[in-house]
């Protein structure tokens, strides 16, 4: 099959907007991120199930345990590689599931990150093309972590950086494309237009006041993204559903951060 499969992709969107819930910090940054509540998945995967996400982004270990919560309720992102923040060496995830056994465990989609610009870029890319390959075999759309990232990379939501990072995930063939903001809207324009008919999606980013959040939030769709990947952004959060609904208003309802804010305070 070339490309994904209408089936697939359609899963991820609510009329072309999307909403993801990012749950793969526990191997990507550890303990330091949770707290007495979020530590538990299945308290995650709950805000997942009452709000609008359109994908819940999961590592194997936790889609395979955690499968009764979330089958057949929000389509799952299974992220093929990772690493930890232990080791301080180049920017290099390992695949750490195959695309195969994501399709076993009812993926929707595949992700994997792409650290553009490390040392290790060409091992990053080889692998990519593996996953990408195989998905297709399945029609699995692929989500691209589109990062610039390591010692050549000095600034990594730098414009032209970004764009450049959002052009190589088009081009090695990712569907939707997760990038960082870049800090205006026009300059967020140019990495839309660098990603041609691949899709984008605004990473969460650190963790902001609500209302530079919402701002963000709504200057990246007003410049072509399709929408979000959150997540500490909202699981940190003493409300998480506040957050989520005014997120939503934001999405798939168009509203105006003054409207966002209206369910927040």
Known sequence: MVGASEKYM?????????????YDQGLE???????EKNYDPSYVIDIALRNRFTGLILHKGLAEKYREHYAGKVPLIVKVNGKDNIA?????????????????LGADAVGYTLYVGSPDEARQ???????????????????G??????????NDTDPTIVA???????????????????GSIDSFRRVIQMAGRARVVCAGGLKTDPKT?????????????????VGRNVWQSSDPDRIAKALELLIYHHSS????????T
Request: charged share 25%.
């Open 10 to 22: 359609s899963r991820l969107f609510r009329d072309g907007r999307a909403m993801f819930l990012a």
């Open 88 to 104: 301080k060496v180049s920017p290099f995830s390992p695949v750490v599931c195959s695309v195969d056994y994501a399709v076993k």
């Open 257 to 264: 951060v003054d409207k966002a804010m209206e369910v927040l």
């Open 145 to 154: 972590w589109m990062y610039p990232r390591g010692e050549y990379v000095p």
């Open 164 to 182: 450049y990072g959002a052009r190589v995930g088009l081009e090695l063939g990712a569907d939707v494309l997760k990038v960082k903001y870049t």
């Open 213 to 229: 959040f919402m701002q963000q939030t709504h200057d990246i769709l007003e410049a072509g993204a399709c929408g979000v990947a």
């Open 125 to 143: 890319m080889e692998d990519f093309r593996e996953v990408q390959e195989r998905a297709r075999d399945y029609g699995l759309p692929v989500i």
């Open 29 to 35: 940054h550890g303990p330091k991120d949770f707290n």
